[in-house]
């Protein structure tokens, strides 16, 4: 018996259940994520990092070294001064815009009523719906001659005709429309969040909470959102990475006007790398988001940690 | 503390009627268990009690006062959930204190009437600690205690040990029913276990399909069963019925003994057909049927292994077995309970 165990054994060649174990397959499952992201994120990257340090334009491709000269150009640059602050007032606002929405949107469609199942999915459009067919629409409803948002505002008496809003040249009001726009493209996303948020509280918790004496504003604020804020902090992140980074809007909406009024981090790199062909300060304009994001990202993850229940 | 009276209490879910037409009223200081199978209602009944459903008839009085149209909140009653229902982001001590800060209560007497709580149930040493720190057992004394800690006017529990194992839970039930009759706060406790219902209620209600089949005492509810249903859901194994005069004839499987243990009395005797025994240490369960029955009526007797002789239960024969004729109870063609046969 035992000869016989033996031979058998013998037999089996080393390779035979190579893919049983962990750290062969794993590798062979973790290798394309990880080509992809060394490829497409990682040399790009390494690239744009290195443009920043050189004088790199499109009409002369020289990689000669510069060190920090680029960003210390763009540091003195008002125009930049004035978008990384746009950046900062168009992220946040639409963020929280969006978020308030995606709240109330939540806890409306959390009530049983009829066709609500439609209107679960019908809410999710602005999402869906590609950015520059929505944006169309919106650059229509802020024209300033067939403005439906003016004839609704002029038709309820609450503005004349002749001091209707100029939404897209007036600068503030420039701000406010990419502001709604985003939101508006972000809300639906912010429902989802909180939506998956709520329902995952136990019944029992909210029926506690409520026996206990808290009322509607107390249950919502000191149960509900404290329970699913890890969810909504991851959310967020989100939604900051994607707005901070984002350009599509503007350009569509405003191209960054009036006189850089709504002129963000991703289109003024994209307006000076690109169009102008000034890679170098391109780069070293879009780099600019790197540490805020980055910073961000850290925070917000430390701030989930502590709150993991 | 209060007294709670519900008056032809009725729900309905669309069609479905969950709870159908249910009376009673819990005196001051009572424990009352409500009793009966998953689906019966009970905890939609309770639900309705504590105001987190609407009655879609009838009424709930407390102290006398109708509260109907009044919210969880203003009813002063406090209640304990299956799941137990902690917040999982507080402390053990901001989950205690959670019911006096929705009151508005100052924060000195907050901090007494936490200490005072929890020295109650002693968890003292856990106010630190977040629920997911505790053990079942701990997090059920916790939720006591964030119930208890208003001193409420009724205290309503939901299955509270249903999610303990089975010795913490021997000990969870005496410990409640103790804590009770020290507090002595009116209780309505709903579970689906007889074995909780005989051992802390002062009284049980058994409901079915939303309707109270009986209220009255343990010993009430298990001698006088007022029909089938409450005769076979109460006792284990349950009460054993055989087709009789249009009707059902039943009896408790500890009055059925084999003839020869019953000595005085008038008794009602059965040929036995024994088909096997189980031993379970304090008693021994034997499984058969009886002469000219289906053999799909099956009969279980249980006796006191002790004073059994074996020879008496031998799986395969014929035995003689009889009931003291005080132990049977006749149940009509509705099931309803008659006096005599």
């Given amino acids: 018996m035992v000869a016989l165990a033996e031979r058998l054994q013998a037999r089996r060649s080393r390779f035979e259940f190579v893919f049983d174990r962990p750290r062969v397959l794993g590798t062979l499952f973790l290798a394309p994520a990880i080509i992809y992201v060394l490829a497409l994120v990682g040399v790009p990257f390494l690239l744009a990092v290195y443009y920043s340090l050189s004088a790199y334009t499109v009409y002369n491709p020289s990689y000669h070294f510069v060190g920090l000269q680029n960003f210390i150009d763009v540091i003195n640059s008002g125009v930049f001064r004035r978008t990384l602050a746009n950046t900062f007032i168009f992220t946040f606002g639409s963020q929280i815009l969006g978020l308030i929405l995606g709240k109330f949107g939540a806890l409306l469609l959390l009530r049983p009523f009829p066709g609500r199942k439609i209107v679960r999915a019908l809410i999710i459009l602005p999402w869906v719906v590609p950015i520059a067919l929505a944006t169309v629409a919106w650059e229509w409803m802020f024209d300033s001659l067939y403005s439906v948002i003016n004839w609704t505002l002029i038709a309820l008496g609450i503005v004349t005709r002749t001091d209707a809003p100029n939404w897209l040249v007036d600068p503030g009001l420039a701000m406010l429309s990419v502001i709604v726009v985003n939101a508006w493209r972000f809300f639906p996303f912010a429902i989802v969040i909180f939506l998956a948020g709520i329902t995952a509280i136990p019944q029992d918790v909210i029926d506690a909470a409520t026996v206990d004496g808290a009322g509607f504003w107390r249950r919502n604020y000191q149960i509900i959102l404290p329970m699913i804020m890890p969810i909504v902090v991851v959310g967020l992140v989100f939604g900051l990475v994607f707005t901070f980074t984002d350009l599509s809007i503007v350009y569509l909406l405003t191209n960054g006007g009036p006189v850089n009024a709504t002129s963000v981090l991703g289109f003024e790199g994209f307006q000076v790398g690109i169009i102008s062909g000034d890679v170098a300060h391109g780069a070293a304009i879009s780099l600019f988001m790197l540490p805020v994001l980055f910073i961000l990202v850290i925070v917000m993850l430390r701030f989930i940690r502590r709150q993991e229940i | ?341």
Wanted: neutral net charge.
């Fill in chain 2, 1 to 341: 503390m209060a007294t709670v009276t519900a008056t032809e209490i009725t729900k309905k879910f669309g069609d479905v009627s969950a709870i159908d037409g249910v009376s009673l009223s819990v005196a001051d200081g009572e424990f009352l268990v409500l009793l009966g199978p998953s689906g019966c209602g009970k905890t939609t009944f309770l639900r309705i009690i504590a105001g987190l459903e609407k009655q879609t008839a009838g009424d709930i009085a407390i102290d006398g006062m109708v509260v109907n149209d009044l919210p969880p909140r203003a009813r002063g009653i406090a209640m304990m959930f299956q799941t137990y229902g902690l917040y999982p982001h507080y402390t053990v001590r901001d989950n205690i204190a959670f019911p006096l800060k929705t009151q508005r209560v100052p924060k000195d007497e907050i901090r007494t009437k936490v200490a005072w709580a929890s020295a109650l149930l002693g968890i003292e040493h856990l106010l630190d600690r977040r629920p997911r720190q505790l053990s079942g057992g701990e997090r059920q004394r916790v939720a006591l205690a964030r119930a208890l800690v208003r001193e409420p006017t009724a205290l309503l529990l939901d299955e509270p040990l249903s999610n303990l194992d089975a010795k913490l839970r021997s000990s969870a039930r005496n410990e409640i029913k103790q804590f009770q009759q020290r507090v002595g706060t009116t209780t309505i406790y709903v579970t689906h276990d007889q074995v909780e219902a005989m051992g802390m209620g002062d009284r049980i209600a058994v409901i079915d399909h939303g309707r109270v089949r009986q209220i009255g005492t343990p010993a009430s509810i298990y001698d006088d069963p007022a029909d089938r249903f409450v005769a076979t859901f109460v006792g284990t194994p349950p009460m054993n019925l055989i087709d009789w005069n249009g009707g059902h004839l039943g009896f408790r499987p500890e009055d059925f003994l084999p003839r020869e243990m019953i000595e005085n009395g008038e008794v009602t005797e059965f040929s036995f057909f024994i088909e096997r025994s189980e031993y379970l240490g304090s008693e021994r369960i034997v499984y058969g049927r009886l002469e000219g029955r289906s053999a799909a009526q099956e009969i279980t007797a249980k006796l006191p292994p002790a004073h059994v002789p074996l020879a008496a239960i031998r799986p395969g024969e014929w035995h003689p077995f009889a009931v003291r004729n005080d132990a049977l109870r006749y149940f009509d063609q509705s099931g309803v309970r008659r006096r005599q046969s």
